[in-house]
């Protein structure tokens, strides 16, 4: 018989003493049996650290911060322990389904080396754990009603098509290669999908592999608040990207993502950081006019954030 292959599970948690017990008892009960459990801590300030190390087994990691270092140095330290074929990188607010590691090595087993992660769907939930419906849009019969990029993915990387990272399950290899996740980002996804997809190539299965928490004031949802650094990662990101670029598709893709910074620098008045995505902008291509008016309004200074603000509760109401 085949021995299967070993999956590094890496759980960080911060402040997710109401949702991190759910989370460890879904790692506990996956069907698959080659699972290395990897949880840190980073200084929480609540009480997670006390519930894990009550549910910790004999063979479980735990590392505990001594002080915050957020998502790309506590997920480093951990993938540096890491023994697997596969890497999943799991938040402690989110909970996997029971068979869902057993799906994505099952899946993984069949496709070529070129292929460095495999993705899947999500249930969303509520803080409670209530469902609130899926993350890719399907009509009443749950089918999927939108193409999902799969394969040579990078140009939809760039211009912001959704991967939904919190799904997926990443050869080592590639994490090796890539020295992990850049520590000096705040946030990791883009960053990682954009370096990883112009070398290895992504597949999507059409199968629920968590349930994905919609949490008030998650690290998420700050990308919207007024002058968020949340920006100024993806202007680095893109800065990245751009000696990457290898087609006139990719460019487009590129100049998309680069257009929509701009607007948010507007819309969220960042105004000193404009003038950056402008530049990227106008390496490959001219501003219009209408970038044009953003920037002299961001020159101006024109308060827009609270507009902005009250168009998305209208949106979502």
């Known amino acids: 018989m085949k021995e299967q292959p070993l999956v590094s599970v890496i759980c960080l948690c911060y402040n997710h003493s109401r ?36 549910l910790l087994r004999p063979q479980d990691r735990f590392l505990v911060n001594g002080k915050n270092q957020g998502v790309c140095a506590s997920f480093n330290k951990a993938l540096a322990l890491a023994k697997g074929k596969y890497i999943v990188d799991l938040a402690a607010d989110d909970c996997l389904f029971p068979d869902t590691i057993a799906q994505q090595v099952a899946y993984f087993e069949t496709l070529p080396d070129e292929y460095g992660a495999v993705f899947g769907e999500a249930v969303l939930i509520d803080e409670a754990g209530n469902p609130l419906g899926t993350w890719y849009k399907r009509n009443s019969q749950g089918t999927l009603m939108q193409s999902v990029p799969q394969g040579d993915v990078f140009a939809a990387v760039l211009a912001g098509t959704p991967i939904l990272t919190v799904t997926a399950m990443t ?57 968020t650094r949340h920006l100024e990662t993806t202007y680095k990101v893109c800065e990245k990207a751009l000696p990457l670029l290898k087609s006139v598709e990719e460019q487009k893709a590129f100049l998309s993502r680069v257009r929509d910074g701009i607007r948010q620098c507007f819309y969220l008045e960042h105004y000193s950081l404009v003038r950056k995505y402008a530049a990227l902008h106008q390496s490959i291509r001219p501003l219009s006019s209408t970038y044009r008016a953003i920037l002299w309004a961001c020159q101006l200074r024109v308060p827009f954030y609270q507009i902005y603000r009250g168009y998305q509760r209208i949106r979502r109401s």
């Not at 070398?199 to 008030?216: N, T």
């Open 19 to 54: 949702f991190v017990a759910e989370c460890l008892k879904s790692v506990f009960s996956q069907t698959y049996p080659a699972i290395e459990l990897i949880i840190v801590d980073d200084c929480s300030k609540d009480d997670s650290v006390t519930t894990i190390r009550q």
């Open 171 to 227: 050869r080592k290899e590639v994490y090796d290669a890539l020295n992990g996740y850049d520590e000096s980002l705040l946030y990791e996804d883009f960053d990682f999908l954009v370096r990883a997809s112009r070398r290895w190539k992504y597949a999507f299965r059409d199968q629920y592999w968590i349930k994905y928490r919609q949490v008030k004031g998650s690290y998420s949802k700050q990308q919207l608040t007024r002058r």
